[in-house]
């Protein structure tokens, strides 16, 4: 069975620095997506980036980027830049790779509340 | 920018009663999802439609909950009869090759 732990349930950054969310996971799966999402107050979750297990190269988009670890299966996620927008509650998932049509539903860690101050 | 609607925003009921949540997923997305998110807790998958036809609905609680996508497009789901317990967020989410795209979610208490 697939499952995400994310170990720390809060962090603070300051502004303008950056800051890494830790996210392991496990699976026997040898193909598989893993994605990070971001959840304000309001509660909608916001898809940030996606590593695909096969991909070469870590994942960026923007300020955000996805340092993947294969061997380790980790996958943190680094935010650069901090803003004061980027606090809310972030999610790491994971999903199998089948075929469209198939089960293919999204396993998420407990997530990391991040707080950014001045 | 296309989004997934969710409706109500927010629904405070009485335990034992009925209550429906409406989904209506980002155009011409075919795979639905529907998943629920206890306080403190990641989303989990309630159930999954692809088109019409459900995929997985192996977490969701049959003799009380009920989904449907009658034509493929937009979603229901139910709870009948409501529990303390069923107190969360319920999210809907539609599929774009490898992403998914959530909507606003609803937030239901139940008294």
């Known amino acids: 069975a697939q499952k995400i732990t994310q170990t720390q349930p809060g962090m603070f950054v300051q502004e303008k620095e950056a800051v890494t969310l830790d996210c392991t996971y496990d699976?026997?799966?040898?193909?598989?997506?893993l994605f990070w999402y971001k959840q304000p107050s309001s509660g909608e979750m916001i898809f940030l980036i996606y590593?695909?297990?096969?991909?070469?190269q870590n994942a960026t988009e923007g300020r955000y980027s996805l340092n993947f670890q294969k061997a380790r299966k980790s996958a943190n996620l680094v935010i650069s830049a901090s803003q004061l927008g980027d606090s809310a509650m972030y999610f790491c998932?994971?999903?199998?790779?089948?075929?469209?049509?198939?089960?293919?539903?999204?396993?998420f860690g407990t997530g990391t509340r991040l707080q950014v101050t001045l | 920018e296309a989004e997934v609607a969710q409706s109500p925003r927010y629904k405070i009921t009485e335990k034992s009663q009925a209550v429906a949540f409406w989904c209506d997923p980002i155009?011409?997305?075919?795979?639905l999802y529907w998943y629920r998110q206890i306080l403190g807790q990641g989303p989990e998958l309630l159930v999954q439609?692809?088109?019409?036809?459900?995929?997985?609905d192996s977490q969701l609680p049959k003799d009380r909950f009920s989904a449907e996508r009658l034509k493929g497009v937009d979603s229901t789901l139910k709870i009948q009869p409501a529990e303390l317990g069923d107190s969360a967020m319920y999210l809907c989410?539609?599929?774009?090759?490898?992403?998914?795209?959530f909507g606003p979610g609803t937030r239901l208490l139940v008294l």
């Open positions: 155009s011409g997305h075919a795979t």
């Open positions: 998932a994971m999903r199998e790779e089948g075929y469209t049509g198939t089960a293919s539903k999204l396993t």
């Open positions: 989410a539609s599929r774009a090759e490898r992403t998914q795209y």
């Open positions: 439609f692809q088109d019409e036809s459900v995929v997985d």
């Open positions: 590593q695909g297990s096969y991909d070469e």
């Open positions: 699976t026997s799966d040898q193909s598989y997506g």
